[in-house]
């Protein structure tokens, strides 16, 4: 995953305001956590920065697998331990019988389930950190002993 | 269609299979029930079911000195057929047990222990020693020991359970235990030394490992704990347990049970079963002795290998011997053995998860298992060859 300045390092740098950020760090922060797209730098289109433009493409490619906590899941990495479900604070309140111990998720609408062999994003909407009561859980990456799960925000 | 698992030796019971999709199992899990099938072939040639337990009969037969390896995959039936057939025909009979947690098994037989959901309702602390559940059984710490609310254990791994990783390296299960603030990583170089720290904690004095003191600390708060013993353990301590039991002895003040941490599906059966009727882990019914796995694989002319891929799990120095015999290989997946070894006859059964009878899970208890459509599992394969028909 690429870093905030990873990506400030090919914008402009000029802090025009051209985007609706009062600075090139701000919209770097902002590409990265998908509020924002690349279109929105004109000074990117210009042939000056053709090839820091086309560096950005590549590099922000995963970030539009990111769903809209930013939560992204590897599957390669994934072994389908659980640990992440049976973790998670949403899926302790709600399927207290089966996925808070340990046994295969059971509700109507989990946000994440093991699909396959590898934990999927089902129903996202369910989050914590989704929303506007939204909190800064970090549970199911935590737990994962593979590194499976991360954030885009933190990368 | 819900189905038990055969993976490993958590036979987990939650396993849906629909539309299609597995659900719940994990990667090892799905692999079982999704990787790539073996086919029925004699000397290479591909062949129906029938044909490959038939030639299998006539390999079998004419053998003068048959192995009988792998069984730690398959139900306790299977396993009872494949004793019976090794007493008829004076066969070496033998699975993985003699190489890892065999002696660790018996262990836990010869003690009274918790079973997994005793565990999972009230235990606290959980010591994996030498074994990265990660790997082998990965549903274990998800499903039995550190993140369930059950029980007496509601506020799960947050407050209510503790988690100890004693191994060699850094594993994925020590990286939780070493980020968790109720979890704690002991990194060994000696098992020994590590017995001896905790003996000296017991008396109130320091060893090599102080990080012993703190379990002990939490031991205290529960009454019941367990250590979780893998093939690290058993390869730590060089064979010889007696100190490591010694220990346990000590420890059972502190409510501490043990309990391996095996990965085979039912290598606890075939433990058990071994040692009733022969009281040892790898039997030549044609002598009529114990014997070593090396003598087995050296010492027999025809290898039945069911359910097992020693050349992925045997050191190579014991399995290649079967390279030069000839090998009947009773798999239901594609195998580095089926591959490499030119196997004489390759019989591919049901997959054990749907071949009905039972397993014995790591703590002792007996999981029946899905379906029972025994016409061309592992069961019906020893029956023809115990029968000599098909």
């Known amino acids: 995953m690429p870093s905030p300045l990873d990506i400030y390092k090919l914008l402009p740098k000029t802090n025009c305001g051209k985007c609706g950020e009062k600075t090139c760090m701000s919209f770097a922060f902002k590409l990265l956590s998908g509020e924002r797209k690349l279109e929105e730098c004109e000074p990117l289109f210009s042939p000056k920065f053709e090839k820091n433009r086309k560096k950005l493409e590549e590099m922000l490619a995963i970030v539009e697998k990111a769903k809209e906590t930013g939560l992204i899941v590897n599957e390669e990495l994934c072994t389908g331990c659980a640990n992440c479900i049976v973790s998670c604070p949403v899926h302790v309140e709600k399927d207290p019988y089966n996925a808070a111990m340990g046994r295969g998720i059971e509700m109507d609408e989990p946000i994440l389930r093991i699909e396959d062999g590898v934990v999927r994003v089902v129903n996202l909407s369910l989050c914590r950190r989704y929303g506007k009561e939204r909190t800064l859980c970090v549970v199911c990456r935590e737990n994962c002993p593979t590194d499976a799960i991360s954030f885009v925000e933190e990368a | ?390």
Request: aromatic fraction near 8%; hydrophobic fraction near 35%; include cysteine.
């Open chain 2, 1 to 390: 269609m819900r189905i038990v698992c055969t993976a490993c030796s958590c036979l987990c019971d939650d396993i849906v299979i629909e539309g299609g999709k597995v659900y719940h199992a994990c990667r090892k899990g799905y692999n079982l029930l999704r990787g790539e099938r073996e086919v029925n072939t004699v000397d290479g040639e591909k062949c129906d079911f029938e044909k490959a337990v038939k030639s299998a009969i006539d390999v079998f037969g004419n053998a003068k000195r048959p192995l009988i390896f792998g069984l730690d995959n398959v139900n306790c039936e299977t396993q009872k057929l494949a004793l019976k057939l090794a007493k008829n025909s004076g066969a070496i009979v033998a699975d993985h047990s003699t190489l890892s947690c065999g002696e660790l098994i018996k262990l836990a037989i010869s003690r009274k222990h918790a079973t997994l959901e005793e565990f999972r309702d009230r235990g606290y602390v959980s010591i994996y020693w030498g074994s990265n559940p990660h790997n082998g059984i990965p549903r274990h710490l998800s499903r039995f020991t550190y993140y369930p609310r059950s029980g007496k254990r509601q506020r799960g791994y947050e407050e209510d359970r503790f988690l100890v990783v004693v191994d060699v390296r850094k594993s994925e299960t020590a990286k939780i235990a070493e980020k968790s603030k109720s979890g704690l990583f002991i990194r060994v170089e000696k098992d020994s030394d590590l017995i001896d720290s905790f003996l000296k904690a017991l008396e109130g004095k320091a060893g090599k490992y102080v990080e012993v003191a703190r379990a002990l600390k939490e031991m205290e708060k529960s009454d019941l704990n367990a250590i979780f013993g893998g093939s690290g353990l058993y390869f730590g301590l060089n064979g010889g347990l007696e100190s490591f039991e010694g220990m346990l002895d000590r420890l059972a003040d502190l409510n501490v049970h043990f309990i391996p941490a095996n990965t085979k599906a039912n290598m606890r059966g075939f433990v058990e079963l071994m040692l009733k009727e022969t009281g040892s882990l790898c039997y030549d019914f044609g002598e009529g002795e114990a014997c070593s796995l090396k003598e087995a694989f050296s010492l027999c002319d025809v290898a039945l290998i069911v359910g097992a891929d020693p050349f992925r799990t045997v050191p190579w120095t014991i399995s290649s011997m079967i390279r030069e015999r000839e090998v009947i290989l009773v798999n239901s997946l594609k195998s580095v053995t089926g591959r490499l070894c030119g196997s004489r006859v390759k019989i591919s059964p049901e997959i054990s998860c749907f071949s009905g009878g039972t397993m014995v899970r790591s703590d002792g208890v007996e999981v029946r298992l899905s379906g029972g459509g025994k016409e061309r599992s592992d069961e019906a394969v020893m029956l023809s060859l115990l029968n000599q028909e098909v």
